[in-house]
Structure formats: C-alpha cells, structure tokens
C-alpha cells in the first residue's frame, strides 16, 4: 500500500492546523515572563506531557522501535534510571529553582560560583542542544524524505519554516500545548499501528511471542551481567540512566524550562515524577512494537533492505497503515518532531537573552525590546541547527544513540558543577571550572581510547568533575558560595 493523495491532504491538512493552532499564543506575550515561562498559568498536567515530547520526541518513535528491531528490551533498563533520576531533581534541584525568580537553570549558578561558571554551563548547553537537536532534525527529514521522496535538504527546509511560525508567535505557551495534541495523537495511533501489524501477522500476538524467543528472547527485559562495552544492562542502564536524566532534567534549560513554567513548587514536582511513568509506558510501547514489526517483516520482507534502523517503523507506517490512519499518525509523527524542535529553539533563545545578551549587552532595556532579540535568536538557532542537521545525514548510527551520545558528554561536567553548588559550601568556582575541564579531558580519552559505552559517560564525567572541584577548591580555601 502506497502513500496515497489522501494521506497526504490529512499530513498538510494537519500540519497547517497545529501551526496555526501554536501561533494562535501570540497575543498572550507581552513580556518575558510570558514568552519564556508562560506566565506561570500552565498546568502540571500539561507540562507533564510536554516534558515527555521534549524528552523523547520523534527519535523515540522512529528509533526505539528499531533498536528492539535488532535486540531486545534491554532499553527499559536505562529507563529504569531515568525514574530514579526524577526522584533526585524533585528533592534537590527543583527546590532551589523555585527559591527565587529565575528563567534559566545558570542563573542559579551565577548566585553560588559567580558570572564565569554561569556562562560556562550555559555555554556548555547551547552547544549541546544545539548539537543534539541538529540530529534530531535529521530524524525528521528521514520520515519526510520517506512521505514525499524529496531530498534531505528540501525536508529540513519545510520543517524550519512551519515549527518557526509558531515558535516565533507563540513561545513556550505554544510549545507546551502543541505537546499536548501531538502526543495524544501519536500514541492513540502507534496503538492502532501496533494492532494492524498483529492483524497482519498469522497468528497474531501468539506468532510474535513465538518468533521473539526463536531469535534468542526478544522480549527480555533484564540483563544482570557487567560490561562496561555494552549501554544496555541492568547496572549500566540503571545508574547510568540516573546521572543521564538528573543531568538533562536538572541542569538542561530544554526540560527545566518547562518545569519553571509551572505554577508552584510542588507542581512543578509533581509534572516531573508524573512524566515519568508516561515515558516507562511510552518507551515499552515502542520497543514491543519493534518486537511486533521484526515478525512483520520476517514474514514480510521490505522490498528494499533497511539501511538504517530508523526507517523500519516509517516504513511501516506509510506502506502497511489504511489509508487515513497512515496520513494522521505520519503527521503526528512529523508534528511531534517540531514540537520538539519548538521547544528546543525556545530554550536556546532564552538562555541566549537571559544568560548573554541581557546581562551583557543591554540591562536596562525593556521588555519589547528583549522579545524581539528574543525572535531573532530563535531564528539564528534554527539556522544553527540545520547547518548540524545536513552534517548528520553522513552518520549511520541510530539517529536516537547518537543525540544521547552527543548531550552525554558536556552533561558530567554540568551536573558535576550543579552538585557542587547545591551539595557542598567548601566548592569554589575555580575548582568547579578546572573539575568541569577535566571531565571534558578524561571524556575526549574515554571516547577515543576505550570501548566504554556511551551510557556511563555522564557518570564519569559528574564523578570528574565534584571530585576534583572539591579537592581543587580545598586548595585554594576560597569559599564565596552561600
């Protein structure tokens, strides 16, 4: 079954409609606090859902499945983590984010080490968001260049210009109740896409178990053994996935962000912890149905091998979905990538202003004048990421590894100097920045002289950087911090 003219008017129809529906925000921002923060009316229900989309976006849905194409179940276990990890932020981050008015997680930093550690952390996540999401765009071109058999270069350039219109028009408002939908959305037809593929497969879920333990248990969960080589076992998941998602939901300004918008301390709390048991069920969801589609295709062969491990569930979608459904969960599919991508630009732009351009450049401007610095930014950013994006059509690793692998690695030294200013007084900030350095230095041999997998790499890197910070500021014995 082909992607059909009506499928196609349902993508453009529905795309059309959520841009409209985020540009809709923009007469509710009339100041920063609105357009960064949302003006503290959010729901934590609804900052749940987006920090979900935020978190996983549309690598989930194109990667997850194909990573339980080729193994197992394996990945909960790094999941497993990230339930811990939420646990941690809730008690000892999100606290202190709440003890002031601030827009961005390097503000807190500022008040413990000083302007030049704020810069640096902040520093440290434009590049790595912007990194990041450069590969996540990527993923988005291949679901698109799949749909409409248009270049790479053409995909990025539709996805650009829709995901600006109401990221420019409707800040963080939008961002968050885009989430909303499009989440809804997608896992309502992932479902229906689970079930079509079991309809199609004789025998149905009975086959699939079948053929799951006849390649070697495909739907195992637990692997107890120890190998620092391989990213998904239990230990390497559990506390590797812990220091990965205290380090993107404390100290990343994409996710914290989202959970200064809420409106009190607890709310904010309690959107995080809520989050994740609906990124547990949503990450099982996706990894049965690469279990599901491996008998799909073992009965049903792609006429054209897979190339990459992200195009088996687009595949499926366009090829194997009645016509509708098909055109409705791709749309989704597409519409959860620019979300994420939304929100993504919006967090650039305000750690840009707020860290940068405000402190620095003009202080004492107003805020009309800060918004529209604010727009402009946001369009440098995507212009940024494009750039990254063209560059990681190159790469042949699973476009979701690849951004975890590219945020793992300045997130040690962010964590590692976030947990020097909120759990020690005697760190300095020349013993935070030298520890952060050092866990850069020691991640550079990791990488290339060892075959340590990517999931321990922000454990090591935090471990780096507190140790030596605190031994560093014992030195020197200048303890500013409060």
């Avoid at 276990?77 to 939420?86: E, M, P, T």
């Avoid at 200064?260 to 994740?276: E, F, I, N, T, V």
């Avoid at 405000?358 to 009309?368: G, I, S, T």
């Amino acid at each position: 079954m082909a992607f059909s003219w009506i499928d196609l008017v349902v993508v453009i129809a529905y795309v059309i409609a959520i841009t409209a529906f985020g540009a809709r925000f923009r007469k509710g921002q009339r100041t920063l606090h609105d357009y960064f923060l949302g003006g503290n009316r959010l729901p934590w229900w609804a900052i749940t859902l987006s920090i979900v989309c935020a978190e996983t976006s549309i690598l989930t849905i194109i990667s997850t499945p194909g990573i339980a194409y080729h193994s197992n179940l394996g990945f909960l276990q790094l999941v497993f983590g990230y339930l811990v990890a939420r646990v941690v932020v809730s008690l000892l981050f999100i606290p202190r984010y709440f003890a002031g008015e601030l827009y961005t997680a390097y503000q807190l930093i500022e008040r413990r080490f000083g302007h030049g550690l704020r810069l640096f952390t902040a520093g440290l996540f434009l590049l790595t968001r912007a990194l990041a999401e450069g590969v996540r765009v990527f993923a988005i071109s291949v679901v698109i260049a799949i749909i409409f058999r248009t270049g790479v270069v053409a995909s990025l350039i539709i996805i650009f210009v829709l995901t600006l219109v109401y990221t420019l028009e409707g800040g963080l408002t939008a961002v968050i109740w885009t989430d909303v939908i499009q989440l809804t959305i997608y896992i309502t037809g992932t479902i229906v896409a689970l079930f079509v593929a079991l309809h199609h497969i004789p025998g149905g879920w009975g086959e699939v178990v079948r053929v799951a333990q006849a390649a070697g248990g495909k739907f195992t969960v637990f692997n107890f053994h120890f190998n620092w080589s391989q990213p998904y076992l239990f230990w390497t998941g559990l506390i590797g996935g812990m220091f990965l998602n205290t380090a993107s939901h404390g100290t990343d300004q994409l996710i914290v962000q989202q959970l200064l918008a809420a409106k009190s301390r607890r709310q904010s709390q309690g959107a995080l912890l809520a989050s994740g048991v609906v990124v547990l069920l949503q990450f099982a969801l996706f990894l049965v149905v690469g279990v599901v589609l491996y008998a799909f295709y073992l009965r049903f062969p792609p006429t054209v091998p897979f190339s990459r491990p992200d195009q088996i569930y687009p595949t499926f979608v366009i090829t194997s979905l009645p016509v509708g459904l098909c055109g409705l969960l791709t749309a989704a599919i597409l519409a959860a990538g620019m979300a994420n991508l939304s929100a993504a630009l919006n967090s650039l732009a305000s750690s840009s202003v707020m860290d940068f351009y405000k402190p620095f450049a003009r202080p004492q401007a107003d805020d009309r004048h800060y918004l529209r610095v604010s727009r402009l930014m946001t369009l440098i950013w995507g212009a940024v990421i494009i750039t990254i994006a063209l560059a990681a059509q190159y790469l042949q690793r699973s476009a979701m590894e690849l951004a975890l692998t590219v945020a793992s690695i300045p997130y040690g030294s962010m964590l590692g100097i976030f947990l020097l200013g909120v759990l020690t007084r005697r760190a300095n900030s020349r013993g935070a920045l030298v520890g952060a350095l050092c866990a850069l230095a020691t991640l550079g041999y990791v990488i290339h002289y060892t075959t340590i997998a990517w999931t321990w790499y922000v454990a090591i890197g935090t471990v780096v950087t507190f140790t030596v910070g605190f031994f560093v500021s014992l030195t020197t014995g200048d303890y500013h911090g409060q």
